[in-house]
């Protein structure tokens, strides 16, 4: 059985869409805030407070390892390199490594408006470029780097489309939408591009 890691994870929201798909799934985090207040306490076993860039496992533990929803973005380059260092350590042979990050080439980026004055000042200095995160991947040993924008509309397109109901077919329909111009143009800015590598 294939086995994962998110570093990040929050609330372990895709360990758990990975375990559906036959991924035996784990997540790590600085806190466990978010699994506390939002996760069947099943999933605990499947969770440990811990550094992304000091990753309490053994060499080759994982086919994947993901960092989503913008994390990567919170770390310092010095910290970038220790967590794609770790990540490199902890994938088996041709394991695959999956981030996604928000793109500061994008002119309607609107993520920051969540975050507090402080955190949007620390990310602003951290946002990386494509170019620059595959040549990071490139450094820590990864192959077969590749970069993929989506979210290549403004949130205001995005309010009111839900997952149920009417709005899921707007949601749908603007999905098809950006992986059609990604498909096009895939030097367009996204809200957020999703690198893969291989180990």
Same mark, same amino acid.
């Given at each position: 059985m294939?086995?994962?890691? #998110?570093? +990040?994870?929050?609330?372990?929201?895709?360990?758990?869409?990975?375990? *559906? %798909?036959? @991924?035996?799934?784990?997540?790590?985090d600085l806190s #466990?805030? +978010?699994?506390r207040?939002?996760?069947?306490?099943?999933?605990?076993? *499947? %969770?440990? @407070?811990?550094?992304?860039?000091?990753?309490?496992?053994?060499? +080759?533990?994982f086919d994947l390892v993901t960092?989503?929803?913008g994390t990567v973005n919170h770390l310092s380059a010095a910290q970038r390199e220790r967590f794609l260092a770790e990540s490199f350590r902890t994938l088996r042979p041709g394991g695959l490594l999956v981030v996604s990050a928000w793109d500061p080439a994008c002119?309607?980026?609107t993520f920051m408006s969540f975050y507090s004055p402080a955190e949007m000042a620390q990310l602003r200095t951290r946002l990386t470029e494509r170019e620059p995160l595959r040549a990071e991947?490139?450094?820590?040993?990864f192959g077969d780097v590749r970069t993929t924008p989506f979210c290549t509309f403004p949130d205001w397109l995005v309010t009111g489309a839900g997952a149920a109901g009417t709005n899921a077919d707007r949601l749908a329909r603007l999905v098809?939408?950006?992986?059609?111009?990604?498909?096009h143009d895939p030097t367009v800015s996204g809200q957020m591009f999703l690198l893969s590598a291989r180990r």
């Open positions: 294939a086995t994962s890691l #998110d570093v +990040g994870s929050g609330t372990l929201r895709y360990p758990q869409v990975l375990n *559906r %798909f036959g @991924v035996r799934s784990y997540g790590i #466990d805030a +978010g699994i207040a939002c996760v069947d306490q099943r999933w605990a076993g *499947r %969770f440990a @407070v811990a550094d992304g860039t000091a990753m309490p496992f053994r060499d +080759g533990s960092c989503m929803m002119r309607f980026q991947c490139a450094a820590a040993g098809d939408l950006d992986r059609d111009r990604t498909a």
